[in-house]
């Protein structure tokens, strides 16, 4: 038979549970905390990271903008490399642990990495600090089969079969970041010369050319599917290229997932998200015979070790 709880003495009071303290939220200014979403998105979703490593993320990076916003600065383009420094200086004076801080670095580093890499901030003011473990971990890329069975899925004539055809034979065809593609505009098709023109890091403006199968399918999309999605829009008409269902911009939540609807349909294993068709374009340029210089061209990176690390 089970126990029965022992009761408290008659004129006595059981003793009161002691309740947990709620935790804390912080504030941070409104664009620290749109950048810090697309972060954690990309992270937890995109990256495959545990939730304990997001949340523990999310509260780093959250006491570092607590900390800069009573130093005037509200959003991450705002920060230098010095004010980084005066804030590990401050977690170490206040005596947290040397986990603590090494942890922090991580997070701020990977943080500003992202936001590099997405176009958010131009340059990197954590580049000098610790940078975290597996963050240069090279992503795997999809084999040529793999990589047509993805891009060849999307086979209806309707509206959004047309549009994902495109868009992934755009983001297999360029290796276009989804900043970029997602950014389009049909003035940036040079259709008589077969290149497409991305603004990249730093308003880096370059042109990549655009193979057969993606400006077929991206002229099947303008010509037969854009417009009927276009006049779903109520309101302001969108400029860029890739609308959702509803007529408006396409967002990289959007894009990550028909990517991943896609691949599921595909039968591919894994996760398949933008930077890994970046990888696969690259990884398949160098395999065809492209010289590294030419791929760090058509990537739009600044310097050659940046191209190494996406194609080693």
């Known amino acids: 038979m089970p126990r029965a709880k022992p009761q408290a003495p008659p004129g006595t009071l059981a003793p009161a549970r002691r309740r947990p303290h709620p935790k804390r939220e912080r504030k941070i200014p409104g664009p620290a905390q749109t950048s810090l979403d697309e972060f954690l998105f990309h992270l937890g979703l995109v990256r495959g990271a545990s939730p304990r490593t997001v949340s523990a993320y999310r509260s780093d990076v959250e006491s570092l903008f607590e900390y800069l916003s009573h130093h005037d600065v509200s959003g991450p383009a705002q920060v230098t490399e010095k004010a980084l420094r ?9 005596g947290r642990q040397a986990t603590t801080v090494s942890r922090a670095r ?12 997405e176009g958010v901030v131009s340059e990197d003011p954590a580049a000098h600090l610790r940078a975290p473990a597996g963050w240069r971990r090279i992503p795997r890329a999809l084999t040529e089969e793999e990589a047509r069975a993805l891009v060849e899925t999307p086979r209806g004539g309707d509206p959004l079969s047309l549009r994902d055809r495109a868009l992934l034979e755009c983001a297999y065809g360029t290796g276009a970041r989804a900043s970029e593609l997602l950014g389009l505009r049909p003035a ?13 890091k730093g308003s880096r403006v370059r042109l990549v050319p655009l193979g057969r199968p993606a400006l077929r399918s991206l002229r099947a999309y303008l010509e037969r599917a854009r417009p009927h999605l276009a006049v779903r829009r109520r309101g302001t008409a969108v400029e860029e290229i890739f609308l959702n269902a509803r007529g408006g911009h396409l967002t990289r939540m959007g894009l990550w997932k028909i990517l991943r609807a896609r691949a599921e349909e595909a039968g591919l294993r894994g996760r398949i998200h933008p930077h890994l068709l970046r990888h696969t374009y690259a990884t398949h340029l160098l395999r065809g015979g492209a010289s590294l210089r030419v791929v760090q061209e058509l990537l739009g990176h600044s310097r050659l070790d940046t191209t190494q690390v996406y194609t080693h």
């Open 86 to 94: 005066d804030y590990v200086i401050h977690l170490h004076e206040s």
């Open 106 to 117: 991580s997070a701020i580093r990977t943080f500003f990495a992202f936001l590099l890499d």
């Open 188 to 200: 940036d098709c040079r259709w008589e010369e077969r290149l497409v023109r991305f603004v990249g």
